[in-house]
């Protein structure tokens, strides 16, 4: 094997890669070098649009109480995500991101549901990873 040849190899596998990323329905790609000299392909997908999700935030000292109306939204694909910095709610017609003004920690999420009204509490501190809530069908 010569140099040419293994340099041939490494652009053919990038490009399936990349290729392999676009056949994935992403609009296209985002091609980065990490410090190490390794390729990175990124998806670059369409963003959702914002959805009307009618909510408020209490700061109860040690935790947050979100309070969310989700009557209007399909039940069975609707899905909440806490993360350090707030909560994604997300359906097919698209999603909607509520902050937090402190960092919370993920693990100690509870939720309640009642006709439709989505309470969620969650306690601060640091925290890290996501919470995903779905709803029982």
Do not use: C
Request: aromatic share 8%; hydrophobic share 35%.
């Amino acid at each position: 094997m010569t140099m040419e040849d293994d340099l041939e190899r490494y652009f053919f596998q990038v490009f399936n890669r990349m290729m392999s990323v676009l056949n994935s329905g992403a609009m296209g790609v985002k091609i980065s070098i990490d410090s190490d000299g390794n390729v990175k392909i990124d998806p670059i997908r369409p963003r959702k649009r914002k959805i009307y999700v009618p909510f408020e935030v209490i700061d109860a000292g040690e935790e947050y109480v979100v309070t969310l109306d989700v009557r209007n939204l399909p039940r069975r694909s609707t899905v909440l995500r806490v993360t350090p910095g707030g909560l994604y709610v997300s359906t097919p017609r698209g999603e909607r991101f509520i902050y937090f003004e402190e960092q919370v920690n993920p693990k100690t999420v509870k939720m309640e549901e009642r006709n439709g009204i989505v309470e969620i509490t969650v306690k601060k501190g640091r925290g890290e990873g996501e919470k995903v809530i779905r709803f029982p069908r």
